[in-house]
């Protein structure tokens, strides 16, 4: 005679257990749900999608493009201009140029270098209605910096600046692309609209003029 064995119901998770499980479920998809967003977010903010939707006149993308290249346009102005009160101003203009010239943007080259070329014209235009000059291919005097410059760090940076403001605003553009943008020869020539040897051509009168206004370090860097 065969013997029978009570069935034994299935084991049912613990209370923690059943708090583990359900929150090891609610990680995975909160972790695809992250996953999706930074790829949603990846795609929005590619030049691509943004000069298609600046194309569609969608104004938020102008919004999301001035906030993206706020810190480097501003810093690049800042630079050239070497006046604070016209940098909102001039970079206003460049948001301007960029939604109602979009049409004009072929993307042979990245988004930016189009938009640094914007600034460099509108900062130039900017100038030249304060009747500064913008454009000039001549070494500027050299002044040697003081002890005290050579001695403290913040005094280095004062004279790199002050040496740097002694540069018209056409040196000042290819110095501050070059060293503080890390732009090459070609993509500069393109940004201030000229051959790739006028820009050799200023940045060597501009190298020459720092490196015999500073000293030691700082010299030594340009």
Same mark, same amino acid.
């Given at each position: 005679?065969?013997?029978?064995?009570?069935?034994?119901?299935?084991?049912?998770?613990s209370g923690g257990d059943a708090t583990l499980s359900r929150e090891l479920g609610m990680g995975i998809q909160?972790?695809?749900?992250?996953?999706?967003?930074?790829?949603?977010?990846?795609?929005?903010?590619?030049?691509?999608?943004?000069?298609?939707?600046?194309?569609?006149?969608?104004?938020?993308?102008?919004?999301?493009? !001035?906030? #993206?290249?706020?810190?480097? $346009?501003?810093?690049?102005?800042?630079?050239?201009?070497?006046?604070?009160?016209?940098?909102?101003?001039?970079?206003?203009?460049?948001?301007?140029?960029?939604?109602?010239?979009?049409?004009?943007?072929?993307?042979? %080259?990245?988004?930016?270098?189009?938009?640094?070329? /914007?600034? !460099?014209?509108?900062?130039?235009? @900017?100038?030249? =209605?304060?009747?500064?000059? &913008?454009?000039?291919?001549?070494?500027?005097?050299?002044?040697?910096?003081?002890?005290?410059?050579?001695?403290?760090?913040?005094?280095?940076?004062? @004279?790199?600046?002050?040496?740097?403001? #002694?540069?018209?605003?056409?040196? =000042?553009?290819?110095?501050?692309?070059?060293?503080?943008?890390?732009?090459?020869?070609?993509? /500069?020539?393109?940004?201030?609209?000229?051959? &790739?040897?006028?820009?050799?051509?200023? $940045?060597?009168? @501009?190298?020459?003029?720092?490196?015999?206004?500073? %000293?030691?370090?700082?010299?030594?860097? /340009?």
């Amino acid at each position: 005679m065969l013997r029978t064995f009570p069935k034994v119901p299935p084991l049912e998770p613990s209370g923690g257990d059943a708090t583990l499980s359900r929150e090891l479920g609610m990680g995975i998809q909160t972790n695809r749900v992250i996953d999706r967003m930074r790829e949603q977010d990846r795609l929005q903010w590619s030049d691509e999608a943004l000069v298609e939707r600046l194309r569609r006149r969608d104004l938020r993308a102008l919004e999301q493009l !001035y906030k #993206a290249s706020h810190g480097r $346009m501003s810093r690049f102005l800042l630079n050239m201009l070497r006046r604070p009160e016209l940098v909102e101003e001039v970079l206003n203009d460049v948001m301007m140029v960029v939604w109602n010239r979009i049409g004009d943007f072929q993307g042979a %080259s990245k988004l930016s270098t189009w938009m640094f070329g /914007i600034a !460099y014209r509108q900062g130039l235009a @900017a100038l030249r =209605r304060l009747d500064v000059p &913008v454009d000039d291919d001549r070494s500027a005097a050299s002044t040697e910096p003081t002890p005290e410059q050579k001695a403290a760090e913040g005094r280095s940076r004062a @004279a790199l600046a002050k040496a740097i403001d #002694a540069l018209s605003p056409a040196h =000042r553009a290819v110095v501050n692309l070059t060293y503080f943008e890390e732009l090459g020869y070609r993509e /500069i020539a393109e940004i201030v609209d000229c051959p &790739v040897d006028t820009v050799k051509t200023r $940045m060597f009168h @501009a190298r020459r003029h720092l490196k015999q206004s500073l %000293s030691g370090e700082l010299a030594d860097w /340009i």
